[in-house]
């Protein structure tokens, strides 16, 4: 592109670093900024400014949180014996939307994937490993994405914690509601049937 | 959606503010930002907030521009009688990576429109009018997009402009380069039709 404004480049080639944000789609975003007034763009960079200074991560859970311990961790209303072990913060608002949980969170901070050079050691499993170790947890619920990197991640945990006498599970897998069985791919659909269950379970 | 933080909340929110960026994808932004080291994060609000502060637009054609005038309308190599009326930036932008054109430009900021409360007052459209009085212009090309709003501002330069005896063009509108006859609207058809040109004129 050719650019009148070095200033404009430069804020352009910053958007598009964002994931999923190509040159284009950059360069709108900074023309709007522009359009807008100058307190509107220094409380859009002060927010982020102020996230990257101030966040910080449940020491427990290492969830994003503003205080030392986050909420969940700290209720007194939650199941403390119980671990729901997730990939990032996403899929904890994804959890919590549903009020079906009442359980405890741990945050990994991403998948193992040997590709992208992610290693065991990248991710919070020693703590996982610690908290179940401390015992006091009677069941870790393993809600990892259905990808060969979760799938590797969940072997691997399952690896860790087998011998610690607590349960291990992992979310249900199978045709979502509203799915029509002709649309389904063959893996899932086959899969689903072999891990079939009894129908007075199914409505409970 | 359930944050489990309010400076979190606060930067999705920022995000969310921009056109065409929902929820889920300020969020995704964000936790991208938030992964990445603080120089980054800074690199990129410091990119905006120069951007916002210190961003000068040309005193003759109104285009972004780090300077009081901007380089195409120093440039002494563009034919200083021609002005091409655009709506932004990135018209120019588009415009200048054709490589079809030696003129000048004119940018409006925005195109008329009632039902957005923009008016003639709010563009540069005086300035406009003020540098074909001036003199030495000897064509005015308005490239403003096929639009309800396109139309309307064209009309209104139109009747500003005509008496000052420059000849005032439009791009063509047509059936774009590619693009099947079967598939093409009927306005668009119809028009290209009556606005036929010489088939020597269409390969010059």
Chains 1, 2 share one sequence.
Do not use: W
């Not at 014996?81 to 009020?99: K, P, S």
């Amino acid at each position: 592109m050719n650019f009148s404004s070095k200033l404009l480049e430069q804020a352009v080639a910053e958007f598009g670093r964002l994931p999923g944000v190509g040159q284009k789609t950059a360069l709108r975003l900074v023309l709007h900024l522009l359009k807008q007034p100058e307190t509107e763009v220094s409380r859009f960079t002060e927010a982020l400014d102020r996230l990257k200074r101030e966040i910080r991560y449940c020491a427990t859970c290492h969830n994003v949180s503003d205080t030392a311990i986050c909420g969940i961790c700290a209720s007194p209303k939650r199941d403390g014996g119980l671990i729901c072990v997730v990939e990032d913060t996403r899929d904890v608002m994804a959890i919590e939307n549903t009020d079906q949980y009442q359980g405890g969170y741990h945050v990994l901070g991403g998948l193992i994937s040997p590709m992208d050079g992610v290693g065991p050691s990248d991710l919070q499993i020693d703590s996982l490993v610690k908290r179940v170790e401390a015992g006091g947890i009677h069941e870790v619920i393993v809600a990892l994405s259905a990808t060969m990197e979760g799938d590797t991640t969940i072997f691997y945990l399952y690896k860790k914690l087998k011998d610690f006498g607590v349960q291990i599970s992992t979310i249900a897998r199978g045709i979502a509601f509203g799915g029509e069985l002709e649309y389904v791919d063959e893996v899932t659909l086959g899969r689903s049937i072999a891990t079939r269950v009894p129908y007075e379970r199914s409505i409970a």
